[in-house]
C-alpha cells in the first residue's frame, strides 16, 4: 500500500461499533506511532494514556460528546520539561506539535490496521488533567477515540471537500 492509498484510508470516524479493539492490535499501533514519530530534539515529550476501563470511558465522554461509542480512546499531553522551546522566542514551543506529529502517526497506524479514529479537541483540558490526576508537568493537548467503525458509517460528505492545492500551497 502507498502512503497516498492508507491516507486515503483514513477518515474521522464519528460512529463506532461495539466490537472492542484486541490489546495487540491497539498495542501494535501504539508501538508502531511511538517508535517511528519523529519529535523537535527527539525529546519524545509525547504521553499517551490508554483509557480502555469503563470508569476511564465514563470520564472521557463525560469530557466530550466527540467520543461517539468508541470502545477505547487516548488522551494525548506532552511534558512541560520536556519539550523544546524556540530559542528566540521561548513562548512557543514544540508541546502541542509533538503530540500532533505522534497522534497523525497513530491515526496512520489504526488505519493500515483497519481501525477507525477521530482527532478531537472539542474538551477542556483543565477538565481533562483534573478528571485523570495527570502529574502537574503535562499538559492535555486532544482526545482521540479509536476503535472499529460502524459498518453503517460512512465518511462524512465534508470529508471530501478539499480546497485547491493554490489556495494553500505559496511559493516564495
Known sequence: MTF???????????????????ADKLNQVLETAVNKAPTARNAQASRIYVLTSPEAMEKANAL???????????????????IFHYPEEPEHHSGDEDCSI????????????????????????????????????EEPVLLMPI??????????PKHFDKRPADEIIRYL
Open 4 to 22: 497516498a492509498e492508507l491516507a486515503d484510508l483514513r477518515y474521522s470516524v464519528k460512529q463506532y461499533s461495539s466490537r472492542p479493539v484486541e
Open 64 to 82: 466530550s460528546r466527540c467520543i461517539y461509542g468508541a470502545p477505547a480512546c487516548l488522551l494525548f499531553t506532552y511534558n512541560k520539561d520536556e
Open 102 to 137: 505522534t497522534a497523525t502517526y497513530v491515526m496512520l497506524a489504526a488505519a493500515e490496521a483497519g481501525l477507525g479514529t477521530c482527532w478531537v479537541n472539542f474538551f477542556t483540558p483543565a477538565k481533562a488533567k483534573e478528571m485523570f490526576a495527570l502529574p502537574e508537568n
Open 147 to 156: 476503535g472499529y467503525a460502524d459498518p453503517e458509517f460512512k465518511p462524512l
